[in-house]
């Protein structure tokens, strides 16, 4: 088996599962702008919409020329999935390269004689076989739509600059891998260097895009894709990729195994990590911090748009027939709620993870080594990773509600402080059953665990697509929200809550009882 085969087959899986989210979420859009904005009129609307400072910040400046279809979804599309394409990808470039190197993998595939040049070769041709293979089934399944103004140049376009863009913060991952010695860093780092550039881009293009040169996520929207001003010369900026994999083999060439060229722990005393709790702290920190920071930005952006929400629900259709009865603006508001909630529920679901990853590294096993005083339990590991999740996920939905309530200080709206807590009353028993059910799986079987992260990408797909497409309320059932209060628009159901919350208690508590039991691996 050669080395690249190795860590294909490492992250073979995960690799599957993101591309065909990736390529499925993008297929998807054409389709529903199309329908949502089927007129001149409605993409109009849907322009004057977009041509203000907040918007300008969060997705780019304005396209010359008519606002299309395919012009809309390149303006709206391409900068968010190309932000989400980039944690991806910094996640795969960290996992094979400084995470493979901490766990000793890498040392023992060296010891078989092969060279530090087919180390940074295979790790490479995966970050490019699968960049390749991104744009290949995109530019094709973009070409399959009949839709007016889908060029295939556009297209082509849209995919490739897709692409490069997760090749070049693979590229700086694998970089930063020797110059940081601990893999939480290399991810930290890279992540923050993509999130310093879209912050930087959103500030300069609101003041003077000129000055937005130095940002990638500049370049995908100075392409101006599908109009008559299209043009792929900001591709060459890309062209960055090439000294920084020269350097990265360089560095990785002339360095120690296990070492690293920037260290922050030399003349510092070592970290007193004396209890379980703390190590889950300090081993996910990153994590929560990248969380909070997205989510807050999240609801940054929900917030900017609240003031023209009327207009573009009254400009549309098909979003006038689902909020067009009663306040069409409050109602938009109670889903952005709603959704936000789901999504908050992501960083406590991989905190949770994190015990099945310690149940497979056999490091619960180490837990049990010390005397019987000082013995970790694994009732005592389970708590700890259900405490932090549930409270990750219910401070990152805070931080979304309150980025959308700065972010509309000011709009003419009817919501109020008071709606905004009684929100994260409501529907923060969502993120406690969620967690709650994913604690039971995780006591049950570790390969159960799966089924949380298909029933929350049920309950976002019902809650969302089913406001806006009226999906009778059978397919809800499986939903909590059905069973709570629609707030602002209605007062809380506080029995309701309280059960929802007993049940999922009850499902924290089954499955401690089950995980203390079961055979570990």
Known sequence: MTYFKLIFKNIRFKATIWIVALIAFSLSIPAVFNNLYSNKEELAGMRMTVDNPAMVALIGPLPDGDYTTPVMFAHQMLLIMAIIHSVFVILLARDISRKEEESGLLEYAMSTGISKNTVMISQYSLGLLINSLIFIILFIGLNLYNIEGFTTSGNFYYALSLALFGFLFYSLTLLFAQLFKNDDMVFGVTLGVSLGFYIYRAMTDVIDDKYSILSPYHWLSKMQLYTDNETASWLLCFLIIVPIVILTFSLFKNRDLNDSYLSFDKNKKDKKINSYRKLLYHNNKVLALSWSIALLLVGLSYGSIFGDIDKVIGQNEMLAEAFGQGDGTTMFIGLLFVISAVIACVPGLMVNSRLLTEEKTRRLEALNVGSLKNKISRGRTYLSHYVFALFLSLFTYLLTLLGMYVASRGVDISITEK?????????????????????????????????????????????????ILQIDDVFLRLSPILYLAEVPLESIDINIIIYLTIIAIIMMLAGMFLFKRRNLL
Request: hydrophobic share 60%; charged share 5%.
């Open 419 to 467: 709606d905004y807590l009684l929100a994260f009353l409501n529907y923060s028993v969502v993120i406690v059953l969620v967690i709650g059910l994913s604690s039971l799986l995780i006591g049950i079987s570790k390969q159960a665990h799966i089924v949380v992260w298909v029933y929350l990408t049920y309950m976002f797909l019902a809650n969302y697509l089913g406001q």
